[in-house]
């Protein structure tokens, strides 16, 4: 077999690694979080723990091709779509929770999605998937249900996609500091990237646009760890620095500073 | 022009305006509460009594008399017809709409402010 293939289970295995790592970093962090903001990050730390879960079988799929395994492939491919199909469960519940603030509304909306991924998986189990085509760099299965391409197209593409692009809107439309917006542009910037490229990667049926796809994955992970740990270059030339301070305490005498401003005017 | 006014609602407004430095127009609740009343009354008399309504809850009688006098009357948005009777003009339902602009704007500030509170 090809290095094709290695080098598609290579992406898969820095997607895993770097998801995981970032959805760990995100939960350790928790202590510098407001009671407001933590079932966001929660949130995101199951996203985040998701997308890892999702490439973790990908990468043995990969070997498994490599190795030509179709019966190894096969099972990490069942495997892989499971963790896919609830990825936009806690999506979800990120959008809703941050724009209304209701934990309730935010959940029952969330359930909404689990519904449809678990209607995606039963219709994608029972009728089955056609495949492995394994091909110079990946293996690709074809989904044998058109009900479950709709769900999937439906329910866990289009409906997501729209809320993160209508949060971006928000934002983009306030204006606020630039290191603010920064903070909450950038994560959701990078979330849209992975999030699509992970459905482009599991719908296509081009090898290179699944290599392509799973390259982007990537990005996007590095993306959204940026956004929450951005180096100092990179504060320094967005000008989201923050200058380090120290408040200056006198005694204020508001006449004597008048007196010394109105001389100052007069020089 | 028939909305219900809040006075605490119109409290809280004012609290984020002189949060900002701006102690007039927007940041003065007296002022605020007034123009409400005129703004409402478009088109017809304001009694004094109508004022007073809201603003006895935090204010007595003689500032509002003096505000009536030293701000709405001297830069003319309102017209005075009657004893303890008023009619906004033109000017006056153009800073009634400037002021329910700086309502808007502060809803808006607000709720950006608790989205990104609400972002890890």
Known sequence: MTAGLLLNATICFAITLSSFAFAWVLARSEHEHSDKSKPALWALVILWSLVGLTYLPTTIRMIAAYMDMPILDFMMYNLAIIPFSFVTVPLVFFIMYVIVGEKRISAYTSMLFVLFGVSYLVFLYTKGVIGPEVSTFSSIFMINSDVAINIYLMGLFVIPTAMIIGLLFLIFLQRMPKRLRYRTALPLVAISFVFDFMLTDMITLVDAMQLAARIFVLIGTVQAFLAYFPPLTLQEKLGIKRYPYELYEQEIDIDKEIDEEEEDIDV | ?120
């Open chain 2, 1 to 120: 022009m028939s909305e219900e006014i809040d006075v605490e609602f119109e409290q809280e407004v004012a609290e984020f305006y002189q949060s900002l430095g701006i102690h007039q127009g927007p940041g003065d609740m007296q002022y605020r509460i007034i123009l409400r009343v005129l703004g409402r009354n478009e088109g017809k008399i304001t009694e004094f009594s109508d004022i007073r309504k809201y603003t006895d809850q935090f204010a007595d009688k003689g500032s509002i008399g003096s505000k009536m006098k030293t701000v709405f009357q001297l830069e003319g948005l309102v017209e005075k017809v009657k004893r303890g009777g008023y009619v906004i003009t033109d000017k006056g339902v153009t800073a009634y709409n400037f002021l329910k602009d700086s309502t808007a704007f502060y809803k808006k500030n607000k709720r950006m402010g608790e989205i990104i509170e609400r972002m890890p």
